[in-house]
């Protein structure tokens, strides 16, 4: 069983900032790519970020600038931090990762139950 688990989220004004954490447990043997994505409600989802596992990042047109992925490959975590934070990045985010399992070795494509971000005007 590999799981992954977001925190971070929260209420932040227009123009503040919030870094989004996610934990990936589990009988993990590697995690090759990680990414951030966001849905919100009648909407498709749609990936804000991804890194792969050797640090190379992609990011949405609509964050690019004011978000920055990360990861920690010893801690089996990724980050998001967000700055310049508007109304439209108000959803819920969800942490993915592409994990290779171990016992039995086996490829999974994890997410995570999702946190909320709300940013007032």
């Known amino acids: 069983q590999v799981q992954l688990v977001e925190s971070g989220g929260g209420l932040v004004q227009a123009g503040g900032s919030l870094r989004l954490s996610c934990a990936a447990s589990?009988?993990?043997?590697?995690?090759?790519?990680m990414g951030w994505y966001r849905q919100a409600p009648g909407k498709q989802r749609e990936l804000v970020a991804s890194?792969?596992?050797?640090?190379?990042?992609n990011y949405a047109d609509s964050v690019k600038g004011r978000f920055t992925i990360s990861r920690d490959n010893a801690k089996n975590m990724v980050y998001l931090q967000m700055n310049s934070l508007k109304p439209e990045d108000t959803t819920v985010y969800y942490c993915?990762?592409?994990?290779?399992?171990?016992?039995?070795?086996?490829?999974?494509?994890?997410w995570g139950q999702g946190t909320l971000v709300t940013v007032s005007s």
């Open positions: 993915n990762a592409q994990v290779l399992a171990r016992q039995p070795v086996r490829s999974l494509e994890v």
């Open positions: 890194i792969t596992s050797g640090g190379s990042t």
């Open positions: 589990g009988k993990i043997f590697s995690i090759n790519d």
